[in-house]
């Protein structure tokens, strides 16, 4: 939670097929985040964005699906609020711009555009088994990498908060 005691809004992003272990971290994250009282958001659908919605849900955290469609019943069942767009994949532009961090778990090109639309946009990204970057032939270190759930939650909230 923020000093001036808004809920911090973190995007989890990723794959809609993890790997197991990538499942299992995304489940991870999205209980961690519940319990700093983060509102977790995320496409919705399923894969990483339905491991780490259980997590949280699991832990009474609250969930915001942002729909690619225009059916509420297509977002993953621990999406609390669905928000149909109807917009396609230009919906991640809408999951980047409201989080106040981005975790990355894993992921396809679909995640990497929500990794370029957050960098571009000052957004920090905190990656897990995620893309790496460069540029001109040189690393690029854009995305903060973490190891573990535990790690990336705590980078993530407190690069959230200005810290």
Do not use: F
């Not at 980047?96 to 957050?118: N, P, Q």
């Not at 990656?127 to 939650?153: E, H």
């Amino acid at each position: 939670m923020t000093t001036t005691n808004k809920p911090v809004i973190i995007a989890v992003i990723g794959s809609r097929q993890p790997s197991k272990e990538d499942a299992e971290i995304a489940e991870e994250v999205g209980r961690l985040l519940a319990r700093h009282e983060a509102i977790l958001i995320c496409g919705g659908l399923t894969g990483v964005m339905e491991a780490a919605c259980r997590g949280a849900r699991s832990v009474g955290g609250l969930t915001i699906g942002v729909l690619p469609g225009n059916d509420a019943s297509t977002a993953n069942p621990h999406v609390q609020i669905p928000i149909v767009t109807n917009i396609g994949y230009a919906r991640n532009v809408i999951v980047v711009r409201s989080a106040k961090a981005i975790i990355a778990i894993g992921g396809g090109y679909g995640t990497l555009t929500e990794i370029a639309y957050a960098l571009d946009t000052k957004v920090p990204v905190i990656g897990i088994n995620t893309w790496s970057l460069a540029r001109q032939g040189k690393p690029d270190t854009s995305i903060i990498m973490a190891k573990t759930a535990r790690t990336a939650v705590q980078k993530a909230l407190k690069l959230a908060e200005g810290k």
